[in-house]
């Protein structure tokens, strides 16, 4: 399962095509509170059909599969972190596409589920595949793309299966003002940016990457997790910065520009 570096897409994926991600189980545990890997992604897929994708526009054929499939991006349920680590570039299949990652063992060991950590790596990937899109937000600050982190700990069910909450589009606008829309899925955010108690942010200020959160206890939380292969460590890795002042959306990889 290791990826070839030098199969990175420079370019911005095609978003005038509806990919297929193949999903598939490579964790050794189940997946907890009986639910099954059939149910999950038909879930997952309903999801995307009914919530998600009104919202966002960002259509996917979800396959179940055994593996990497030529072509697909992927969603990959994996045991823990430290197995993650032999995936190499934890972003990008073995045909250099968005890949999504879910250690299970990892997640039930912390006391959360596989299905919201799944639908948040999911609806994530979708908005922001390359993993380099960002906003300006308060105090000029960088915000990343991140369309679940800010709401994090925020879930609902979905034919029995708990999702994570997401953020709107309108959430990134800084333009708008407090409760003129709404910012997120289950209504909990009234303002543009606004980070939820439970949520955290991944932001660029003096020249590096780093994290803001909605409370405290959040930032202690999130001090014992572990958060390797995670977006937002692949986001603040050093080589992935060529720091410059842009003035809307911008590449983290490459060059900031506008978008």
Not at 43 to 70: E, M
């Amino acid at each position: 399962m290791r990826t070839r570096r030098s199969a990175i897409i420079a370019a911005a994926f095609d978003r005038g095509q509806i990919p297929a991600i193949a999903c598939f189980n490579q964790a050794t545990v189940p997946l907890g509170g009986g639910l099954g890997f059939d149910k999950l992604i038909a879930t997952l897929q309903q999801f995307l059909d009914q919530i998600f994708v009104p919202v966002w526009g960002t259509p996917a054929r979800l396959v179940r599969t055994t593996g990497f499939q030529k072509g697909a991006w992927a969603l990959a349920f994996l045991d823990t972190a430290d197995v993650a680590n032999a995936l190499g570039y934890h972003d990008l299949t073995p045909d250099g596409l968005p890949l999504s990652k879910v250690f299970v063992r990892t997640t039930l060991g912390a006391g959360q589920k596989v299905s919201v950590t799944a639908s948040h790596e999911l609806a994530e990937m979708l908005v922001d595949p390359a993993i380099n899109l960002c906003s300006t937000g308060p105090q000029n600050r960088l915000y990343a793309y991140e369309t679940a982190d800010a709401v994090e700990e925020e879930e609902f069910v979905l034919a029995g299966v708990p999702l994570s909450d997401f953020v709107y589009p309108s959430w990134f606008e800084i333009f708008r003002k407090p409760g003129s829309t709404q910012f997120d899925h289950l209504k909990r955010v009234t303002r543009p940016f606004q980070i939820l108690p439970g949520g955290y942010m991944s932001v660029f200020q003096s020249g590096k990457w780093t994290q803001i959160f909605g409370s405290k206890a959040k930032a202690a939380r999130f001090a014992r997790e572990d958060r390797r292969g995670h977006r937002s460590m692949y986001r603040g890795r050093p080589d992935r910065m060529k720091p410059s002042r842009p003035t809307a959306r911008a590449s983290t990889k490459r060059r900031p520009q506008s978008r």
